[in-house]
Nanobody, 125 residues
């Protein structure tokens, strides 16, 4: 059982930056692949990025965020972060972190076992 809580969302102007954080409960956090997704009103949930669990090191990014977003994790603190730079109005959405009991990072939302409640990111033009 894993409990996930996102934080760090808010309002930002286009071109600005935000850093999202996801705190996780569970003693097996380091072995879980972690992912970030987002969902805008009227749209389907969209994959953004993922990072593998132990042994770790592998990351995945959606084409829409490559070069702008960076995923990282701190297993000692049971957290995963998403650094978002050069934000665009199109990035406005609710952002979710997710945990997969499998080690392998994946783009497929159905593979994730646990989800946070989401945090709102609003980018003004």
């Amino acid at each position: 059982q894993v409990q996930l809580v996102e934080s760090g969302g808010g309002f930002v102007q286009a071109g600005g930056s935000l850093r999202l954080s996801c705190g996780a409960s569970g003693r097996t956090f380091s072995s879980y692949a972690m992912g970030w997704f987002r969902q805008a009103p009227g749209k389907e949930r969209e994959f953004l990025s993922a990072i593998s669990g132990t042994p770790g090191g592998t990351t995945l990014y959606a084409d829409s965020v490559k070069g702008r977003f960076t995923i990282s994790r701190d297993n000692a603190k049971n957290t995963v972060s998403l650094q978002m730079n050069s934000l665009k109005p199109e990035d406005t959405a609710v952002y979710y972190c997710a945990a997969d009991s499998n080690w392998l990072a994946t783009r497929q939302s159905r593979r994730y076992d646990y989800w946070g409640q989401g945090t709102q990111v609003t980018v003004s033009s």
